[in-house]
T-cell receptor, first 117, second 115 residues
């Protein structure tokens, strides 16, 4: 099925451990985003990639790094996990931005539920 | 700054109507609306690009007042399937006149529809 695939779906980490969340889309979208969702906070942007080969910080980038491996894949890495990073992480993609592309919304992956103990 | 949604929660009976508001302190280029069921990913409902634009999707429609930096989502004759959390996502142009498609989401409005 066409869409955005995230792995893993669930993960428990100990404080200080590292891990990479994977995201891949098969819709030939240019832009990809990582959000975290916490109760009562809505979705907050961690990092984004406006197009292949570019990445930039969002609202809450501290403690994270990203890699836009190719047009399809955008990974999020936690180098040293902290309890404050316990959250649900969503990857999203869109055709892009600018003329003719802004009429489309995001397609979200199913999310990764991360617990840091 | 996050846009502010109101109300935070609303409870309806099937067939009743609801309005969810989204207000931003920043000039807006577009407003998106999404619905999220418990334990699932948000799903795109609609996007509004022009000031004063109103769009519809079955019995769900929305308006966008660019001057007031506000958008409203209208749900008419609600159905059980409308239950979920509704988020607005706002897009503002940066200093260079671009947004790169980034959205800032409101905190969400929980809609519960009872039989």
């Amino acid at each position: 099925n066409a869409g955005v695939t995230q792995t893993p779906k669930f993960q428990v980490l100990k404080t200080g451990q590292s891990m990479t969340l994977q995201c891949a889309q098969d819709m030939n979208h240019n832009s990809m985003y990582w959000y975290r969702q916490d109760p009562g906070m809505g979705l907050r942007l961690i990092y984004y990639s406006a197009s292949e080969g570019t990445t930039d910080k969002g609202e809450v980038p501290n403690g994270y790094n990203v890699s836009r491996l190719n047009k399809r894949e955008f990974s999020l890495r936690l180098e040293s996990a902290a309890p404050s990073q316990t959250s649900v992480y969503f990857c999203a993609s869109s055709p892009g931005w600018g003329r003719g592309k802004s009429n489309y919304g995001y397609t979200f992956g199913s999310g990764t539920r991360l617990t840091v103990v | 700054q996050q846009p502010v949604q109101s109300p935070q929660a609303v409870i309806l009976r099937e067939g009743e109507d609801a309005v969810i508001n989204c207000s931003s302190s920043k000039a807006l280029y577009s407003v998106h609306w999404y619905r999220q069921k418990h334990g699932e990913a948000p799903v795109f409902l609609m996007i509004l690009l022009k000031g004063g634009e109103q769009k519809g999707h079955e019995k769900i429609s929305a308006s966008f007042n660019e001057k007031k930096q506000q958008s409203s989502l209208y749900l008419t004759a609600s159905q059980l399937s409308y239950s979920g959390t509704y988020f607005c996502g706002t897009e503002s142009l940066g200093a260079g006149g671009t947004s790169y498609g980034k959205l800032t989401f409101g905190q969400g409005t929980i809609l519960t529809v009872h039989p």
